[in-house]
Nanobody, 115 residues
Framework: QVQLVESGGGLVQPGGSLTLSCAAS????????MAWYRQAPGKERELIAG???????NYADSVKGRFTISRINAKNTAYLQINNLEPEDTAVYYC?????????WGQGTQVTVSS
């Protein structure tokens, strides 16, 4: 019954910002590791940010300083705040949970950066 539902993607102008959300259910969110990935057409899926159950974060160099991952355990939700968007950020963004050594994926949400 594990489910990850992503939302918040859309069309954004260069320099703009948005926040992606990942609503989780069916497992103990509070002891899971959460991560965001992205995949552009023709490219491999890329790990861009992760956050431990205790709030320790890590980021890919390509997004460090512009992206912020967070979680609110009481809401069973993870977030990705994206600032100063660039056309190169255009991709499908995926939420992933690792719980008891098993990985679960959301359906993805499209982010398109264009003027």
């Amino acid at each position: 019954q594990v489910q990850l539902v992503e939302s918040g993607g859309g069309l954004v102008q260069p320099g703009g910002s948005l926040t992606l959300s990942c609503a989780a259910s069916g497992f103990n969110f509070g002891i899971s590791f959460m991560a965001w990935y992205r995949q552009a057409p023709g490219k491999e899926r890329e790990l861009i940010a992760g956050i431990s159950s205790g709030g320790i974060t890590n980021y890919a160099d390509s997004v460090k300083g512009r992206f912020t991952i967070s979680r609110i355990n009481a809401k069973n939700t993870a977030y990705l705040q994206i600032n100063n968007l660039e056309p190169e950020d255009t991709a499908v963004y995926y939420c992933k949970s690792r719980y008891l050594s098993r990985d679960y994926w959301g359906q993805g949400t499209q982010v398109t950066v264009s003027s």
